[in-house]
């Protein structure tokens, strides 16, 4: 064999290496994609963002309930029948949901602030959800009594006299039962609160 056919014979195997090194490295490249791609789908599957139903979760919160439809979570009388309320007749215009109302067992009795007058309270709330809000409202109600005191006690003697004064009054109990519940059930749903009484010594 000459020299010139030896070298060739090198150059020949020495390229035939460099492109089995590259085909290598182009072979480890795609199997870390597929590998990834895959991980990256069973990551997708996993948390449900790929596959459709298989780990999604219910919707468990309270839902509006329309005028005529029946309320699942209605609060049973102690006959254990529905309440009466689920049995009314709605009417067919205004508001399309129909409203709870929830009535507050004791009056609030609280002084005002920075005055020696009191003021004594009934007060309901409504709510256009299904009926585990008023199961709530009831569960809740002690918790629901001490922010309503704490609210009393901090509104000025110039605010239960007046009717915008009276309407923040109302803003600032509301949001402060939904608060309640939304720390303890994780959902409000309290509409508005009534004065069934108002009375200032």
């Known amino acids: 064999m000459s020299d010139k056919a030896a070298k060739d014979g090198a150059n020949d195997g020495g390229a035939e290496k460099k492109s089995k090194g590259k085909l290598g490295l182009i072979l480890i490249g795609v199997g870390m994609l597929v590998l990834g791609g895959g991980g990256a789908a069973f990551a997708l599957v996993a948390t449900g963002m790929l596959g459709g139903h298989a780990n999604k979760q219910e919707d468990n919160r309270p839902q509006l ?17 529905a309440d009466a309320a689920a049995s009314d007749v709605e009417g067919d215009g205004g508001d399309p949901y129909r409203t709870a109302y929830y009535t507050f067992s004791d009056d609030f009795t609280s002084n005002l602030k920075d005055s020696d007058s009191m003021i004594q309270l009934s007060l309901a709330c409504s709510t256009r959800y299904d009926g585990r ?19 009393l006690a901090d509104t000025p003697e110039n605010d239960v006299y007046t009717i915008d004064g009276k309407a923040r009054l109302q803003k600032r109990m509301t949001d402060a039962i939904n608060r309640v519940l939304i720390q303890k059930e994780g959902f409000g749903g309290v509409d508005n609160v009534y004065f069934r009484n108002f009375i200032i010594q």
């Open 65 to 81: 309930i329309r005028k005529g439809e029946t309320d699942p979570y209605a609060p049973k009388q102690e006959g254990g029948e």
């Open 133 to 151: 809000v008023l199961q709530w409202l009831k569960k809740h109600e002690l918790a629901i009594r001490s922010s309503m005191l704490e609210i």
